[in-house]
């Protein structure tokens, strides 16, 4: 690591503007190449139409390509019309999840979040780096370090519920979205100072509630002086500004053997050869985390509170559960958040690019072309969720029915394979804990209805998850 990166008077804003052309740099001139005629059939709408019904209409498009094209089916993207193709068999998914790692490359397909996450992210990572990075990062999400996180994780919990007001109605998305924030300012980043949490709080939202036109907008840089896209970098620069500062401070700190947050773990691992993660990987780790562990948890909590909500004998079931302390207790907690997950999907899809033609479900592939599993066709196959539409958490009980809980390759919300979310372990952790701490208070009540909406890459309750408390 260069010393400069850790003097406290080091400039980060030539690192943010550097980090800011990375979606032009790593795309450019890449997909237009690939003739259709080498690719299953899609819609023949202009890229620009094409894209924009993959990013904001979502839910929709997914299940009308597969209801017309059948398992397999191309979407043409921006930049350059880049080819993606979305398969929707579980055997296809496996196939893709156990795929070479050094042909089925994440990091590229994951290309458009490069300017926020930064090219030494997890998911931006391909090869022997990634393979580096993961072995690094890895041990701040392990048994014993997740078992350290619970206890933070509920004290921070029970602050938020304990202050819910009574029989009025709320966005729970909004308040899960605060809380999941402090979880990860003070248990990821491990900041407890309340004036540098006041500092960061609108850094980390503005990052969170980006545009999807703002992602896209990254592969042409003039965007940058204008609008959404000037301000989003003025953003960039002091989020980065504050997360340098206290990657530097924490380092030097004379308790970091003594502290259990994400950043101090990370900060005190050692590679293979002696190394550690310098500061720009810091960053652009910590920066993943928030993105993929702040709204994606706070999403799938609302959507649980909502569901048990309208039900009177799963919130009794549910608050049963949260009463007790067994693995029983646990495992239906942990149910509940992964039907959440399942019925309403915060990430429509899992994408590889390939670095070599490659035969994908029966399709021989160009170099180049993207491909992955939709997650939202998966989750909604009769054939992996029986009356998919209906909420049912004892779907992820082993014993439910005489059955077995879904597999790997039809439940999908972290992923597959090598590249799973290394977070998953973490989230699912998380969603527990809060979910405990709301229904050992309270009776939850839904309000009206809700439906789906597309905030940066993820997907939310457009309505906010409505509902109403009382204390039990």
Request: hydrophobic fraction near 40%; glycine fraction near 8%; charged fraction near 25%.
């Amino acid at each position: 690591m260069s010393a400069d990166l850790r003097a406290p008077d080091h400039d980060t804003s030539a690192l943010t503007r550097k980090r800011l052309r990375f979606l032009a740099d790593s795309t450019a001139g890449s997909g237009s190449r690939i003739p259709a005629g080498d690719l299953p059939p899609g819609p023949r709408w202009p890229v620009l139409v094409q894209t924009g019904a993959l990013m904001w209409f979502r839910h929709r498009f997914h299940g009308w390509l597969h209801r017309t094209y059948g398992e397999a089916f191309t979407i043409r993207t921006l930049p350059g019309g880049r080819p993606l193709v979305m398969f929707t068999s579980p055997e296809v998914t496996k196939e893709i999840f156990s795929g070479d790692p050094e042909v089925f490359h994440a990091g590229k397909g994951n290309a458009i979040l490069g300017p926020i996450m930064g090219e030494h992210s997890l998911l931006l990572q391909d090869s022997t780096a990634h393979h580096r990075a993961r072995k690094l990062v890895m041990p701040a999400f392990l048994g014993h370090a997740l078992r350290g996180y619970r206890s933070l994780v509920a004290d921070v919990a029970a602050h938020e519920v304990d202050g819910w007001e009574e029989r009025t109605t709320f966005r729970s998305l909004e308040r899960m979205n605060a809380l999941t924030l402090e979880v990860i300012l003070t248990v990821v980043f491990g900041v407890s100072d309340e004036e540098r949490l006041a500092r960061l709080r609108p850094a980390v939202n503005h990052t969170v509630e980006i545009n999807p036109a703002v992602l896209l907008g990254w592969a042409y840089p003039g965007l940058q002086r204008f609008g959404p896209w000037r301000r989003t970098v003025e953003n960039q620069l002091e989020l980065d500004r504050l997360l340098y500062a206290e990657i530097r401070e924490r380092r030097a700190a004379g308790d970091l053997e003594h502290r259990d947050d994400v950043l101090s773990r990370l900060l005190r691992v050692e590679g293979e050869h002696g190394d550690g993660l310098d500061d720009t990987e810091l960053r652009d780790q910590l920066v993943t985390l928030l993105l993929a562990g702040h709204e994606t948890t706070a999403s799938a909590l609302s959507w649980a509170l909502v569901e048990i909500g309208k039900d009177a004998d799963l919130l009794a079931r549910t608050q049963r559960a949260a009463d007790g302390d067994s693995a029983e207790d646990d495992a239906w907690l942990e149910a509940v958040l992964k039907e959440s997950m399942r019925l309403h999907p915060i990430i429509p899809m899992v994408v590889r690019t390939l670095m070599a033609a490659t035969t994908v479900g029966g399709y021989d592939l160009p170099a180049g072309t993207t491909v992955g599993p939709s997650i939202i066709v998966s989750h909604q196959r009769p054939e992996n969720f029986p009356d998919p539409d209906v909420f049912r958490p004892d779907r992820f009980l082993a014993d439910h029915d005489g059955g077995d809980v879904p597999a790997l390759n039809v439940w999908i919300p972290f992923g597959g394979g090598v590249r799973r979310c290394i977070g998953a372990g973490f989230s699912l952790m998380e969603g527990v804990v809060v979910l405990r701490e709301v229904f050992r208070r309270y009776d939850v009540h839904t309000v009206g209805t809700d439906v789906p909406k597309v905030r940066n890459i993820t997907s939310v309750p457009r309505r906010g998850a409505r509902i109403r408390v009382s204390r039990r």
